[in-house]
């Protein structure tokens, strides 16, 4: 069974910085792109940031226009982070991280909520 | 603003068809056929529902289906019951920004 389970998510202050976390299981992780996404109170869903598959040590990032030069998404062998720097009022959602098969979602962690204010 | 908009909500009475709309441009919904649509529930993490515009992943009803006309891709839902009301979010695939969402269709059953 695929599980995804996030954590690190909390209250921090705005600029501060806060790292979560993604235990992925049931699926050879290494294999499969990973996203990272968010979803604001009372909003919609926001992708965030990718990582590709995990070959060789190496993999490749990308992120959306809003978190670019403040994220970071990394992975190892068996989970995947969110570094999240130089944190914004309008950074406060719950955080989802899932799996990636061909453009699309079908695991999704439970998400864990990150909340930046003063 | 999402880049795909959606209706804020809809809503039908039990048994009937609805159909929520989700228009983009012609960068991603019109130029790829990687349209995704999410089933969440208040408090809980999306459920994937349809993939590349109307196929649907294994357990998923057949009284949801999908599809597309230029840039608006549209989800259908049949034979409305109580367990679907719920929020429906459509995603597509962009050239420019990977991954993109419309604001989410509250969905209300009568």
Known sequence: EVQLVESGGGLVQPGGSLRLSCAASGFSFSDFYMDWFRQAPGKGLEWVGRATNYKGDTYTTSYAASVRGRFTVSRDDSKLYLQMNSLEVEDTAVYYCAQNYYYRSEYWGQGTLVTVSS | ?110
């Open chain 2, 1 to 110: 603003q999402s880049p795909l908009t959606q209706p804020s909500s809809v809503s039908g009475s039990l048994g009937q068809s609805i159909t929520i709309s989700c228009t983009g441009t012609s960068g991603d919904i019109g130029a790829y056929n990687y349209v995704t649509w999410y089933q969440q529930y208040p408090g809980k993490a999306p459920k994937l529902i349809i993939y590349d515009v109307n196929n649907r992943p294994s357990g998923v009803s057949f009284r949801f289906s999908g599809s597309k006309s230029g840039n608006t891709a549209s989800l259908t839902i049949s034979g409305l019951r109580a367990e679907d009301e719920a929020d429906y979010h459509c995603s597509a695939h962009s050239s420019t920004r990977s991954v993109i969402f419309g604001g989410g269709t509250r969905v209300t059953v009568l």
